[in-house]
């Protein structure tokens, strides 16, 4: 089965061509950063219209790339949620169109699902049956959570951020240091060589225990990052000379401070469940501080380790195309993409599940 993959969801317009929800064809990236840079985060206008522009670009590169031609593809699936909504609706229109030039169904894809998918890009990687069920920690800009994967298109949300994501954590870290944007690369590269136990900044809900949060969730597999946030501003006030003489210690000790917490909180999940498998998905899952707690994490608890490769852990349209292609697979098969929904869950709300 061959899908392309589309993806617009915000800052990144991509394509690609991906077989049977598993090999990866081609898979085209154009990323807005620099557009976005001079304002410290995406301006959705700027966004929208870019994606007008590269849409018709990285289409046909992917195909091209493919070595295929328009008629060999089964499907077009599109990214139609969560996300901003004048960005999806670049891609879902243009794949629509596409869609109905070729005689296509046009299926519409889950970015938080999408994400789970990249992990199962590595060639390497079990297939989703034997890798279930699964603890995966989700971080990425707009998100951080830790659901169960106990099958395709079966999830478990088990925790999630009450406050900011961590990608989010590290922009706002990234912005009060100085470092430009986006926030994680670059203090992962500012902290090269510094301290990571110069300060010790706050781990959010470090001590809570013993509490479910209003939608049901156990506060002890949930994250808070904004006491970090504001621990770095008070920091910086009180000693404004360290951002110059400390400036690695400070990116190493803040970056250290997001990556635990995360670790904590996964590892407190694969206990709680036994589940056999940990893995990472999304932007932050680049980190390499947090690939190596992970590592030893899943040493100490005896469960396989599954990373997504470097090239799809952030926005990309192979993850979105192996989605489609894994629940086609499974027999769940996939909503015809219909219209935008900035704000779609992967999960419905735990209390309603049974
Ligand atoms: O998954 P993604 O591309 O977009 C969303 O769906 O949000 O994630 C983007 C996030 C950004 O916040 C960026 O700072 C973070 O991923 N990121 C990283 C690294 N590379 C990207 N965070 C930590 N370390 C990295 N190397
Ligand atoms: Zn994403």
Redo the contacts with the bound molecule.
């Keep these: 089965m061959l899908i392309l993959g589309i993806e617009s969801?915000?800052d990144?317009t991509a394509a690609a061509v991906v077989r049977d929800g598993r090999e990866v064809l081609s898979s085209a990236v154009n990323s807005q950063i620099a557009s976005h840079r001079p304002y410290g985060g995406v301006v959705p206008e700027i966004a929208s219209r870019e994606h007008v522009g590269s849409f018709p670009v990285v289409v046909a590169e992917a195909i091209e790339r493919a070595g295929i031609s328009w008629t060999d593809l089964d499907a077009i699936a599109v990214t139609h949620g969560p996300g901003l909504v004048s960005s999806l609706l670049i891609g879902l229109s243009g794949a629509r169109a596409l869609g109905q030039a070729l005689g296509k169904p046009v299926w519409g894809v889950n970015?938080l699902e999408a994400?789970v998918a990249g992990m199962f890009l590595d060639p390497a990687a079990p297939l989703p049956a034997d890798a279930c069920p699964a603890i995966v920690l989700m971080v990425?800009?707009?998100?951080s959570c830790i659901v169960e994967m106990l099958g395709v298109g079966d999830y478990r949300l088990l925790g999630q951020t009450l406050d900011d994501?961590a990608?989010?954590c590290?922009?706002k870290g990234a912005n009060l240091l100085g470092l430009g944007y986006?926030?994680?690369?670059v203090?992962?590269r500012a902290a090269q060589g510094g301290n990571a136990a110069f300060v010790k900044f706050p781990r959010g809900l470090e001590h809570a225990k013993n509490r479910t949060t209003d939608n049901g969730l156990d506060i002890a597999m949930c994250f808070s990052f904004s006491g970090l946030k504001t621990a770095l501003l008070y920091h910086l006030k009180n000693h404004p000379e360290d951002r110059e003489r400390h400036l690695a210690d400070l990116a190493a000790s803040y970056q250290e401070a997001v990556m635990d917490s995360l670790a904590m909180r996964a590892e407190r999940a694969v206990k709680a469940t036994g589940a056999r498998t940990l893995a990472c998905v999304?932007?932050?899952a680049?980190?390499?501080v947090?690939r190596g707690k992970l590592d030893a994490l899943a040493n100490r608890q005896r469960a396989r380790l599954l990373l997504t490769p470097l090239a799809y852990?952030?926005?990309n349209a192979a993850m979105v195309a192996a989605a489609a292609g894994l629940r086609a697979l499974a027999g769940l098969g996939n909503p015809p993409a219909v219209e935008a929904d900035p704000s779609l869950p992967l999960v419905e709300e735990i209390a309603d599940r049974p």
Excluded: F, Q
């Design positions: 969801s915000c990144e970015h994400h990425s800009g707009g998100h994501a990608g989010e590290l922009d986006p926030g994680g690369p203090i992962e999304g932007g932050v680049k980190n390499a947090l852990c952030t926005d």
